[in-house]
């Protein structure tokens, strides 16, 4: 198992990264928030999760172990496949889904695409002592924007790879963007344009 890889970044998007290590690089997926923390970065650590399946070798990465321990519990849950946990953690990041499983925030599970009512006590049940055992919660500072010419397009294309139609997200970034016209950030652009698709 790969625990973390450090290297060069050669290429990067909001959800996945190439990382060269001597001469070769990883396709490796992030989630919106490790994607926020990578702005002006050239060289980065990245811890791993390989998930292996009958059709794929899947590459996983978090930009710290908090976060990719955060996956790796939510994975666990029944019903929460990988992509479902990445989107939790481009909604929100590994301390506030913690927060939230220790203060039994249903609702705030609720607005993340994919996740009931149901499948929220479900993660809250399953996790909430885990998460009190592990420790307390630290704070994690977002950092990073993006140049604003373009995050239009980097916000469709993520959402689009993260399992959203490319019509309704099309419909749902042109209205934060109609809303807030200022936007710079890709990040808070694929926030705010989750909070409408969900």
Known sequence: MLAYIKGEITFKTPTYVYIETRGVAYHVNISLNTYSKLDGVDRVKIYTYLQVKEDAHTLYGFISEREKETFVSLISVSGIGANTARVILSAMTADEVRQCIVNEDVARFKAVKGIGAKTAQRIILDLKDKILKSGGIDEVKIVGSNSNSSIRQEA????????????????????????????EQVEELIKKSLKLLS
Do not use: C, R, T
Not at 157 to 183: I, R, T, Y
């Open 156 to 183: 469709i294309s993520a959402l689009q790879s993260l399992g959203f139609q490319k019509n309704m997200v099309l419909k749902k970034v042109d209205m934060v963007l109609s809303q807030e016209p200022e936007l």
